[in-house]
T-cell receptor, first 108, second 111 residues
Framework: AQRVTQPEKLLSVFKGAPVELKCNYS??????LFWYVQYSRQRLQLLLRHISRESIKGFTADLNKGETSFHLKKPFAQEEDSAMYYCALIQGAQKLVFGQGTRLTINP | GAGVSQSPRYKVTKRGQDVALRCDPISGHVSLYWYRQALGQGPEFLTYFNYEAQQDKSGLPNDRFSAERPEGSISTLTIQRTEQRDSAMYRC?????????FGEGSRLTVL
């Protein structure tokens, strides 16, 4: 079965330090992967998707098919990055499957 | 409205009662999704619609759960004979070009 694993429930780093949120997946086909984010008191929203290859708010994520990973990275963390982050993949035509989420806290 | 709207935002009910959760998607969005999220977990897929057609209901946990979208716009998720284990945040999203736009969710508490 297709699955998304985020091994860290909590991650805490200092402002200005690099951030890496881990995501591993299992998928038999060619995956389409996403990162969604939920800031405090806001809705769950799309951060980035691997097919767009964009950098959003300084975050990037590279699909590594060999390691079946899609880790989210930012070189210099900012306090406003504190949020809940969810990795997700498309299963079948349209069904989005989420990981358990990582709560990122940026300490001043 | 500009975003996906869900009601009620909070619902407290007694075990055995039926509840109906409503989702009003972004105008023009063809696809509508229902997810359930327990505390400390990621959103868990329940079902989704394209227009009024229910495309996949594989995530509905049992036959107490049902969903409809009769006119291809507003959707209702109904839980019959609620149980304490049904307590969760129920999230609705509508979709355009693969990006899901979520509502604020309906938090259900079954006593």
């Amino acid at each position: 079965a297709q699955r998304v694993t985020q091994p860290e429930k909590l991650l805490s780093v200092f402002k200005g330090a690099p951030v890496e949120l881990k995501c591993n997946y299992s998928y038999s086909g060619s995956p389409e992967l996403f990162w969604y984010v939920q800031y405090s008191r806001q809705r769950l929203q799309l951060l980035l998707r691997h097919i767009s290859r964009e950098s959003i708010k300084g975050f990037t994520a590279d699909l590594n098919k060999g390691e079946t990973s899609f880790h989210l990275k930012k070189p210099f963390a900012q306090e406003e990055d504190s949020a809940m982050y969810y990795c997700a993949l498309i299963q079948g035509a349209q069904k989005l499957v989420f990981g358990q989420g990582t709560r990122l806290t940026i300490n001043p | 409205g500009a975003g996906v709207s869900q009601s009620p935002r909070y619902k407290v009910t007694k075990r055995g009662q039926d509840v109906a959760l409503r989702c009003d998607p972004i105008s023009g969005h063809v696809s509508l999704y229902w997810y359930r999220q327990a505390l400390g977990q990621g959103p868990e897929f329940l079902t989704y619609f394209n227009y009024e057609a229910q495309q996949d209901k594989s995530g509905l946990p049992n036959d107490r759960f049902s969903a409809e979208r009769p006119e291809g716009s507003i959707s209702t998720l109904t839980i019959q004979r609620t149980e304490q284990r049904d307590s969760a945040m129920y999230r609705c999203a509508s979709s355009l070009a693969g990006e899901l736009f979520f509502g604020e969710g309906s938090r259900l508490t079954v006593l």
